[in-house]
């Protein structure tokens, strides 16, 4: 049975564009898009459940694809995050594992996003509003990527990643556009 998910990036936020840490009641910024219904299930963030909102109404939250949790980190500027706490800003870059933020490592992340998707394995079609985060360790994951791979990728707000499944193993496919998945 032939599973696919698709996942998308919240839209825009103020702490997007200022470089600030997320939190949780992030609202987006305007936006207007048009897309065919599926299933949509969502972060509980407020950006993801917004963006949700834009495809359906009635999405489902799973918890599973809520952003990294930053910890102490949350909402603050990455600029005051390095001149408070350089080294650990620095091993958070460099190290899946570390967590000096004292939230979660990306390497808890990945496991709980993986885990996540193995819900939605059973067949059919879903949309899955995530963070850019979430996408990053995704694809490191499928493409069995190492896990600082993170660093060399950049999603936009709406930008979009096809998970495809026929059995055993996930396998990605990158929309031209939006409307095309």
């Known amino acids: 049975m032939k599973t696919e998910l698709t996942l998308i990036c919240h839209a825009a936020t103020h702490a997007m564009k200022t470089g600030r840490f997320p939190t949780s009641d992030d609202p987006i910024e305007a936006v207007d898009l048009v897309m065919a219904k599926r299933r949509v299930v969502t972060s509980a963030a407020r950006a993801a459940r917004e963006t949700a909102a ?17 910890g102490r980190w949350h909402g603050r500027s990455i600029r005051d995050v390095h001149d408070e706490d350089a080294i650990g800003l620095e ?3 460099s190290d899946p594992f570390s967590a000096p933020h004292g939230g979660e490592s990306l390497e808890a992340l990945a496991g709980r996003i993986m885990s996540g998707y193995e819900r939605y394995a059973q067949g059919g079609s879903h949309m899955i509003v995530t963070h850019a985060l979430a ?12 896990l600082e791979s993170v660093y060399a990728m950049d999603f936009e707000p709406l930008s979009t990643l096809v998970l495809t499944r026929h059995d055993a193993g996930w396998r990605v496919r990158i929309p031209a556009i939006l409307t095309s998945v």
């Open 54 to 70: 834009l495809f359906d109404d009635e999405a489902l939250i799973d918890q599973s694809f809520d952003d990294l949790d930053y």
């Open 91 to 93: 091993a958070w870059l």
């Open 135 to 146: 996408l990053k360790v995704t694809l490191a994951r499928v493409l069995d990527a190492p």
